[in-house]
């Protein structure tokens, strides 16, 4: 068999992809140690919980399904529980995400888009616009997916029941990572009825029944544990609010100035894959099948992070695989020259995000990205609380920042780890904050961490008062300062010292029980 040697023209592309990847692997690994911010720092708080061989969902809760907290669990038996830990995990997925959509964009375009592609996402996916220096759990709902979806083309092709039912599991899998992975399984359930010949309705049962294997098993584990109870409110009866919360219009506006902010920083990667798409839709005669994957899987991911109507910055990973292909489709407008154009501004886009890739510290970047948010105080705040508690000790956070219990090695007072539902216009938010009083009171916590930064609490006219009204009385009546974070642009100062006050309007004060 003769090998095809490529053209001349596609090795500029794939250079260029290379190199795209080669300077963003090493940026990472430069930001390794970047603070953890409040997504981060609960999976890594319910990782160190699955660890010590606590299920999630009793001392510990959120709406999240728990497969992102058990691979933070998984990263931290590796590699240790750190900070850098976290990141050659997002790291290591980030290239593996990249590698399966070589496979996807080769199989379904040729090798130099394959390039295109890979370099494309990581590119993409690694934009502070998106929060891409973070592992937040739209990076593990992605790879999951893209190995569903090359399955599937496989089984297409082969007809092999292990194949079919091994994409089923990986869609189950993506689901676990998030609620928002399910689309995903129904793009591939719409993709196995289209693709089936014979007995559409077996082959349909076989990978549902792959598909909900994972979320079957992790409720048999839950319901041992106890915890199944608390796993569905938070998960299904709550979450279900928090998904219908937003009104129409509001979720409109969020998705306009969520894609200005997800374009804005690598401007010409988006231009191409609109030109690519555009090509796409052009020749959709040539290439059907190419042309309805790629838009399927533009359309499902558009689906996936619409939930809620929220569009934060994060959620636009879930879109950034198919906009890597409609990219790499470019390559294929005018092959004597969209190559190269192709390939510059692939390394174009990195040229853009100099400052953040390779000049800034890790600190520096997450006071940039997340302005007043206390990431960085976060760090000293739980080093202390390690250093000057006992391993029994608890701490209540008056705030939404599990990131601090991670640090500190200790665990929380109560279950809640945001404050948000209790702030949320939804018919459970007076009960938690009862719920969270209660159980705060009963665990007397041996240490308070209060938090006094508007969006760790995201509270609103419409949030009840009674926590509120709460805390003050009982602040006078069981405690006394200890330190104060003070919070100004581009700097948090930590002052341990009883007498200190706040000096800035965002703050973190640590108080102690005066027994």
Known sequence: MVRQRLPLRSWFPISASCLAILFIT????????????RDEGEYAYMGQLIRDGIAPY??????????VSAVYALLFSIFGETTGAIHIGLLTVNLATGAVLFLLAKRLLNVEAGFVAAAAWVVLSSGSNVLGFWAHATHFVVLPSLLALLLLLKW?????????????????????????????????????????RGNKVRNLAAFGAAVAAPFAVTCAILWKAGVFENFWFWTVEYASQYATGTPLADGLQNFKEGIRNATIMNRAIWFIALAGSAQLA????????????????????????????YFREHYFILLLPAIALCAAAATTIRPRWSPWVVGIALLFSIFEQRRVLFSMQPTEVATTVYGENPFVAAIEVGRYLKEHSWGSARILILGSEPEILFYSRRRGATPYLY??????????????????????????????????????????????????????????????????????PGLQIVEWDGSARPTTPAHVQILTRRD
């Open 26 to 37: 090493i940026a990472r690994i430069r930001l390794l140690e970047v603070p953890l911010e």
């Open 58 to 67: 009793g001392i510990a809760a959120n709406m999240k399904l728990p497969g």
């Open 156 to 196: 297409n092709e082969s007809r092999q029941w292990l194949t079919l039912t091994g994409a089923g599991v990986f869609f189950g899998v993506a689901f676990l990572m998030k609620q928002h992975g399910i689309l995903f399984a129904l793009f591939g359930a719409a993709s196995v009825v289209a693709w089936s």
């Open 282 to 309: 052009w020749g959709w005669r040539r290439t059907t099948s190419t042309s309805w994957f790629i838009f399927g899987l533009l359309l499902v991911s558009t689906a996936a992070m619409s939930p809620g109507g």
């Open 419 to 488: 404050m948000y539902p209790m702030m949320e216009d939804q018919p459970f938010a007076q009960r938690m904050q009862t719920e969270f009083i209660k159980t705060a009171e009963q665990a007397a916590p041996d240490f308070v961490v209060v938090v006094n930064v508007g969006s760790s609490w995201l509270r609103d006219e419409k949030s009840p008062q009674t926590i509120f009204d709460w805390w003050p009385h009982y602040e006078r009546a069981h405690y006394q300062p200890i330190g104060v974070a003070n919070i100004l």
